[in-house]
């Protein structure tokens, strides 16, 4: 494909070759005049003209073959009227009026030849235009009917973050987020391979592990008996549109959770806390050796779980203004690992912090509910029995956090939904673990992130910003 600043220089050659032979030519006409004239009459040398006026005109315009042909007729004239009519012969006047017709039949065959070439150099500018302008705003990709690739644009090797040559010969799956599932994917292949047009929207990864989404239109090429032949992909980025449409909907249900939590913490807090009481006053009055004294006891501690799910719903769906203050972040997941420490669910596992310590603005109540929730689940992810390894270092005027487990790891699907208000994957939780995190990060101005390496177990990344 040719850009504008490619066909400057093939403009001006074109140009600087026209001038030549224009030149050429003139010379050329000039030559066989002379030699007409010098000739006895009847030889044909006037027929000669051809060859001027064939090569004067190989690239200009239609008119400079008729303005070619008007010249040539008047040399062929001049040569004509050297000879008195009266005592012309026969042949002479035939041989001139077959001088003119050749050269007639020549200019008008040249004349139809160059407006069906121009028309052809116009079709290919307009197409060569289109596919410039395409380029530049598009992400184009050209496939066979297997699906591998044979050519890309420069714009998808940017998104993708693959070189051209390591995308040509593959085919599209390099590029699968394991977002869409596969009767989406088979349905796609469906309707192409039937020759019909799909559109709709993708979710890839590029090269860097980066998601992405693009809004595509795939088009089949039909050979003569309607069967495709090559597909052509042509894909326009939608990233943030998608995140703002997400943003949105998470909006709208914040605005129906906050409405629900108002109802909860009238209508189910004040309740908890009251029959809290009356328990632990009839539990204290209670004989020690009384067996119903433990019930009491486990009541007492499921009604404090029941409180504080109301408060996780509260603080999601109503977070207090950020109150910033210096903090070690070192010291702050210290004091987090040592409050989980006590739960004697989490008691056999090895919890280890190590790296630079950084000084972060951060609201030291909320950041530490942060830490709390990231690492108690990695904790549940490895039911009470393993290893979690805590990393600090400064990164690019951030504070890099870095909780990384030896659980199981985190499937592809469940990844993608962890941050997402109610999903969970336990039998008991409320999903919102995770979400009020990633809510407090982002008001903070920070990021949070999963990741499942290869060699096993989640990591997850904190960004946070530090106190400058």
């Not at 998808?156 to 051209?164: L, P, T």
């Not at 119903?292 to 501690?301: H, N, Q, T």
């Amino acid at each position: 494909m040719m850009d504008a600043s490619e066909m400057k220089p093939q403009l001006s050659s074109s140009g600087q070759i026209n001038r030549t032979l224009l030149a050429v030519s003139a010379g050329m006409a000039a030559v066989i005049f002379v030699v007409d004239v010098a000739t006895p009459p009847g030889f044909g040398i006037s027929a000669l003209f051809v060859i001027p006026l064939l090569l004067s005109t190989l690239t200009g315009p239609p008119r400079l073959a008729q303005i070619g042909g008007w010249i040539a007729t008047t040399l062929v004239l001049i040569g004509h009227l050297r000879v008195p009519w009266a005592v012309m012969p026969w042949f002479v006047v035939a041989n001139h009026a077959f001088s003119l017709a050749v050269i007639w039949t020549t200019v008008s065959t040249i004349v139809r030849s160059r407006e069906a070439s121009l028309r052809l150099e116009e079709r290919t500018r307009d197409l060569t235009d289109i596919s410039y302008a395409l380029n530049q705003s598009a992400i184009v990709a050209v496939t066979d009917t297997r699906g591998i690739i044979t050519f890309v644009n420069e714009r998808f090797c940017e998104i993708s973050k693959y070189s051209r040559e390591e995308l040509l010969g593959q085919d599209h799956r390099i590029l699968n987020s394991s977002y869409h599932p596969k009767e989406f994917i088979r349905a796609l292949w469906t309707t192409i391979a039937n020759g019909h047009i799909w559109r709709g929207e993708i979710r890839n990864r590029a090269k860097d592990g980066a998601f992405y989404w693009v809004d595509t239109t795939i088009v089949p090429f039909l050979d003569a008996r309607r069967k495709p032949y090559q597909y052509m992909a042509i894909r326009y980025e939608v990233t943030d549109r998608k995140r703002s449409e997400k943003l949105l909907q998470e909006q709208a249900a914040l605005a129906r959770l906050g409405e629900m939590a108002a109802v909860v913490a009238h209508e189910v807090k004040n309740p908890i806390a009251g029959i809290r009481g009356a328990l632990q006053v009839i539990s204290s009055r209670m004989p020690p050796e009384q067996r119903d004294r433990a019930v009491m006891g486990d009541i007492i501690a499921r009604l404090d779980g029941l409180n504080g799910v109301v408060e996780d719903l509260l603080v999601f769906a109503r977070p207090r203004e950020l109150r910033l203050e210096p903090v070690d972040v070192t010291a702050l997941l210290g004091a987090t690992v040592e409050l989980i420490r006590r739960d004697p669910t989490f008691s056999a596992i090895d919890m280890r912090i190590d790296g630079t310590g950084c000084i972060v603005r951060v609201d030291r109540v909320q950041m530490q509910l942060v830490f709390q929730n990231v690492l108690m689940n990695a904790a549940q992810a490895m039911n009470g029995h393993g290893a979690i390894a805590v990393t600090t270092a400064p990164a690019e005027g951030l504070c890099r956090v870095a909780i990384a487990d030896t659980g199981p790891g985190m499937p592809a699907e469940v990844r993608d939904q962890a941050f997402e208000p109610f999903f969970t994957t336990k039998n008991r939780g409320t999903g919102l673990g995770l979400p009020l995190a990633k809510r407090i990060v982002d008001a903070h101005g920070g990021q949070i992130q999963i990741d499942t390496p290869s060699t096993g177990g989640t990591v997850v990344t904190l960004l946070l910003p530090t106190d400058r």
